[in-house]
């Protein structure tokens, strides 16, 4: 288990190494190539958890290392790194530091859980025995209480905290339904064996084979249902939930022209374009909030009236982006000064407009409009050799719907 345990860890950390610095699968496979993995509090607590697991895995090859008392302190505090590292997997939402200390918890609890069933199905259920066998089943259902309230509690204050109420209308809430009800079942199945051990055992003496035979095949099923539910936990941890974020580290290529628009009640967009002169352009729309928002709008309007602007409906209501890809057909014909205006509608009324103006190149020169905090710079190009003739028309409003980015 140890070894499956190692290798899931190092293929997810070639997997985050992938993602965080862009490049490849096969580019990440080399521990060398793992430097962005610390760039993040993620990223170093999987490695932390790597290292747990390996140590662990060392004293649990051979049995004896683990009853040794010198080896006690060691193994505890891995177990306690491992532990610990599953607190920053969602280090993101609402109420932060009581998640990371809930998540840790909550871990702790999860182990005891999925150990002590191990243990009982492995060990203890492994043939007839005396009554020693008797008392740690008496004491593994005397524990599932207790252990069961720390993590039906610590899970229901985790969704609170980055889900919220919207376990329907968003994939990760689905996902999370789903969840609910392999642990609905793998409840009742626990408290069926822990009841019978409790009153049907009450007066044994020894652990017969009739008895290892009717708890045997029952606590399998709870040990293969918690695997069910630790593999969904995955399933969660691959998506993103209504109240966290993705790490801002700003537009994945560089636009030309970036601007970033606050406004009061804690309406915050970045409009983003590239490359900025006449013709067909990528626009990046980003709401980084409120947290709800309808009849999301951006409106493109060129000083030039004779030249048509546009009316993008942005199709999301939570904090996220939205995409119009070069080929999509929103064509930025005026070269000059453009107006964009922001608007949208909260749970508590119109938000206040946003407004910014940007340049667009003739195709000669084009004007970057970096991030905040660099120096804004120009660069001439080469005129481009294949001129388009447009009819003029009076100034217009056209309404292009946009998907989300994926």
Do not use: C
């Amino acid at each position: 288990m140890s070894i499956i345990a190692a290798i899931a860890l190092i293929l997810l950390i070639i997997v985050m190494t992938a993602r965080q610095s862009g490049g490849g699968i096969g580019s990440s496979i080399s521990p060398t190539a793992w430097g962005p993995l610390f760039d993040s509090n993620e990223g170093r607590a999987v490695f932390l958890r790597l290292i747990a697991v390996i140590g662990l895995g060392y004293y649990a090859w051979i049995t004896e290392r683990v009853l040794e008392p010198t080896n006690l302190l060691p193994t505890t505090v891995l177990l306690a790194l491992s532990m610990l590292s599953y607190g920053f997997d969602r280090a993101t939402g609402r109420a932060v530091i009581l998640g990371i200390i809930l998540a840790v918890i909550h871990m702790a609890f999860v182990a005891v859980w999925v150990g002590s069933i191990a243990i009982i199905w492995r060990i203890v259920l492994h043939g007839p025995g005396t009554v020693d066998l008797v008392d740690a089943l008496r004491g593994w259902a005397r524990i599932a209480t207790p252990v069961t309230i720390g993590i039906v509690g610590t899970g229901l204050i985790q969704v609170w905290r980055i889900d919220g109420i919207s376990l329907i209308n968003s994939g990760h809430g689905r996902v999370l339904l789903l969840k609910v009800v392999f642990v609905g079942l793998l409840l009742f199945v626990s408290a069926t064996i822990r009841q019978f051990v409790l009153r049907g055992m009450q007066n044994a003496k020894s652990l017969n084979e009739k008895v290892v035979y009717r708890l045997k095949r029952p606590v399998g099923i709870e040990l293969s249902l918690s695997i069910v539910v630790l593999a969904t936990s995955s399933w969660l941890m691959a998506m993103r939930p209504p109240y966290v974020l993705n790490k801002d580290s700003g537009p994945g290529v560089d636009y030309a022209i970036v601007q970033d628009m606050t406004a009061k009640d804690d309406f915050h967009v970045r409009l983003s374009i590239t490359p900025g002169d006449v013709g067909a352009n990528r626009i990046l729309i980003e709401l980084f909030g409120p947290s709800r928002i309808q009849n999301f709008t951006v409106t493109l309007t060129p000083a030039n009236p004779n030249f048509s602007g546009y009316t993008i409906n942005v199709p999301i209501t939570r904090p996220g982006g939205a995409l119009v890809e070069q080929d999509a057909g929103l064509l930025l014909r005026a070269p000059g000064e453009w107006t964009a205006t922001i608007t949208g509608v909260t749970t508590i009324g119109d938000l206040p407009p946003m407004t910014t103006t940007f340049i667009v190149a003739d195709g000669t020169t084009v004007t970057t409009l970096p991030k905040q905090g660099l120096k804004r710079s120009t660069t001439t190009i080469a005129q481009s050799t294949t001129t388009t003739t447009v009819a003029l028309a009076p100034a217009v409003t056209t309404s292009t719907t946009v998907p989300p980015a994926g």
